[in-house]
């Protein structure tokens, strides 16, 4: 399914395939009489068909320019962003730029890559951001922005909440901004998805990618859904390495999408993101560990397995410990599905070998 993995262990799997025919046929005639009332009617047919075939000609182009016209009707739209915000955009926007990660790669997914003049610093995929010009982050290069003239900003809640006055600038400069919020949910993903796509036009991308992602989602329920509860894997979800060890508790994706697979979060009584120590976590006896932070460390299985103490915790003594790419299990967006598929692959390889 990925390659994202950087597997202390095993594993992955792959599927699919389908074919179509169809087939015509056709007649004669025979006596003298025959022929000549044929070629008549055969003419007299041409005729009609000629005719028939410049009338749906003609019924064609009108289907196309009607057709063309209900495409320049979707402009002007309005939308409502997570800031609560009405958004008029008068006509399909044709530059944007994005202050945040997540965005990106969501209009990336929806076919509006060259549309792209402008990503923020922390943006790294697709690999096409690379040759973008950097616009800031939280503090953003309003100056820059402002001369590259997009007709769509792309901004966070922080943005709207500590930047209202560069905001309003880009505004009155003809810039349309749309406040995206930060999802925690698969819900609240596939809502950025539907606003970025009512914005830009291209809902019915977003629905495809919605649709794939619940479809894949449902799938890996159900796969696991015969294991026994008694059975189902406790997991350590590790974003942070020690000394201050950071996991995510409930009302985060990560907690999410082991509910999704049938795994137990380690940390179920804790909500948002939060620390504990080490003693604390041995207490919890995980049978899988799920580190996130292996893009900054060195060797995220060392940096378990050497803590005093940990000797007997199942997931170290029984080398259960995995590294997944951090913004395949954080970041609300299309490659959100790739990341539960990859934990389910990790936590479960008996059932997805």
């Not at 015509?24 to 022929?35: L, R």
């Not at 041409?46 to 495409?71: F, K, Q, V």
């Not at 985060?252 to 909500?271: K, P, R």
Request: charged share 25%; hydrophobic share 40%; proline share 5%.
């Amino acid at each position: 399914m990925t390659g994202m993995i950087k597997k202390w262990g095993q594993g992955s799997l792959i599927f699919m395939g389908a074919v179509s025919m169809l087939v015509a046929c056709g007649n004669n005639g025979d006596t003298n009489t025959e022929v000549e009332e044929t070629t008549n009617e055969a003419e007299e047919n041409t005729e009609e068909n000629e005719n028939t075939a410049a009338n749906n000609s003609n019924e064609t182009a009108e289907n196309n320019g009607a057709d063309e016209a209900a495409d320049a009707e979707e402009f002007p739209v309005t939308v409502t962003d997570d800031a609560g915000n009405e958004v008029t955009i008068e006509s399909e926007p044709e530059s944007i730029v994005s202050l945040q990660p997540s965005n990106t790669e969501i209009s990336f997914a929806l076919g509006l890559g060259d549309k792209f003049v402008g990503v923020s610093e922390f943006d790294n995929y697709p690999p096409e951001v690379e040759d973008i010009e950097v616009v800031g982050a939280q503090d953003m290069d309003a100056e820059l922005i402002l001369s590259l003239a997009p007709d769509l900003a792309l901004v966070t809640e922080y943005h709207f909440e500590n930047h209202p006055e560069i905001l309003e600038q880009y505004e009155e400069a003809g810039i349309d901004v749309l406040v995206i919020g930060g999802a925690t949910s698969f819900e609240g993903a596939y809502g950025s998805m539907r606003l970025i796509g009512d914005a830009t036009g291209t809902l019915e991308e977003a629905e495809a990618i919605i649709k794939d992602m619940e479809e894949r989602l449902t799938a890996l329920t159900e796969a696991t859904s015969d294991i026994p509860e008694d059975e189902r894997k406790k997991v350590w979800i590790e974003v942070a390495p020690s000394p201050d060890i950071f996991t995510t508790g409930t009302g985060t994706f990560m907690n999410e999408m082991l509910e999704a697979i049938h795994a137990v979060n380690a940390a179920e009584d804790q909500e948002g993101w939060v620390s504990l120590t080490e003693e604390e976590i041995v207490t919890l006896n995980p049978d899988v560990i799920v580190t996130t932070y292996g893009f900054y460390v060195e060797d995220p299985v060392a940096e378990v397995t050497s803590r005093e103490g940990w000797d007997n915790v199942p997931a170290v003594a029984n080398d259960e410990i995995y590294d997944v790419d951090s913004d395949a299990v954080t970041r609300p967006g299309p490659r959100l599905i790739e990341g539960v598929e990859t934990l389910a692959e990790v936590i479960y390889p008996e059932v997805f070998e």
